[in-house]
């Protein structure tokens, strides 16, 4: 079994390499950054090797084979105590007009990538006695949405995964969960944010007045590594302002 290191807040950090997808910008960069300070050791991968910290890793985690060798030479390092699932794209079309290759990329990063990283990252985390896996999905995984068809579904899939591995790998002591964001500003819809459309759709819609910030889901996923909190596994943790529950 893994030693322990690392105090603070009274909460014990685990000795052990985090994966984190997406690490180069963005939510990513945030999680990496947040996981380095309370003194995880990182490994960071994004398509060009990018990671705002530890260690970076150059994989397109649409490519399965990529994916594969990335986590077996994190693995050759040391021991792998988790996993964030968080590389993902966005893209909208309107559904009459969208494309069986246009969905089927989407799936590809967003849901297929997630699927390989867990698979891959599976036996180091049984090997290191059980684990943490983080995906991040979206509160998009319950709403309607125009032309974010392929998007949220997506993300509901996400959820899904993430019930059904926290059930399987239960016996194996790893835990899976699902942090949904809301509108978090990144490059992903930083200038969508700037319209004036949105900007007062923002104030109407989410009660706290604010699309939320990476380093605000990046401090979650942190505790959530940090806390340790063994009973809690399989659920999707919303961190939106309320915006998705809001019906005023
Ligand atoms: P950004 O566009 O800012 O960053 C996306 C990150 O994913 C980058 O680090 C990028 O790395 C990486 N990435 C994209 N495609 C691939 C790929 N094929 N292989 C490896 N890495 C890839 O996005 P956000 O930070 O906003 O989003 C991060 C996650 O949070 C996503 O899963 C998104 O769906 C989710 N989310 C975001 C919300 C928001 O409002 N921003 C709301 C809810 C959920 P690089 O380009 O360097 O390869």
Request: charged share 20%.
């Amino acid at each position: 079994m893994p030693v322990t290191l690392d105090r603070r807040d009274g909460c014990v950090m685990r000795e052990g390499t985090i994966i984190v997808t997406g690490a180069s910008r963005g939510i990513g960069a945030a999680i990496a950054r947040d996981l380095d300070q309370r003194g995880c050791k990182v490994a960071g991968l994004s398509r060009g090797g990018t990671t705002a910290a530890g260690t970076g890793y150059a994989c397109d985690m649409a490519d399965e084979a990529a994916v594969r060798d990335a986590v077996a030479r994190i693995a050759a390092a040391g021991p792998i105590i988790g996993l964030v699932n968080n590389a993902g794209v966005y893209s909208e079309t309107r559904s009459a007009e969208l494309t069986v290759a246009a969905f089927e990329q989407m799936m590809r990063v967003n849901v297929t990538a997630v699927l390989v990283g867990c698979r891959e990252a599976y036996p180091h985390l049984v090997q290191a006695g059980g684990g943490l896996i983080v995906n991040i999905g979206s509160f998009y995984d319950r709403l309607g949405v125009s032309r974010a068809l392929a998007y949220s579904a997506t993300k509901a899939a996400v959820g899904a995964m993430t019930r059904c591995l926290a059930v399987e790998w239960a016996r194996d002591n790893i835990r899976v969960l699902d942090v949904a964001p809301g509108y978090i500003e990144t490059d992903m819809n930083r200038e969508a944010l700037k319209q004036d459309f949105m900007q007062a759709y923002i104030k109407r819609r989410i009660p706290l007045r604010r699309p939320g910030s990476a380093e605000e889901v990046a401090r979650l996923v942190g505790m959530l590594f940090e806390a340790d909190i063994g009973f809690l596994t399989g659920e999707t943790i919303y961190l939106d302002g309320a915006h998705g529950i809001n019906h005023q």
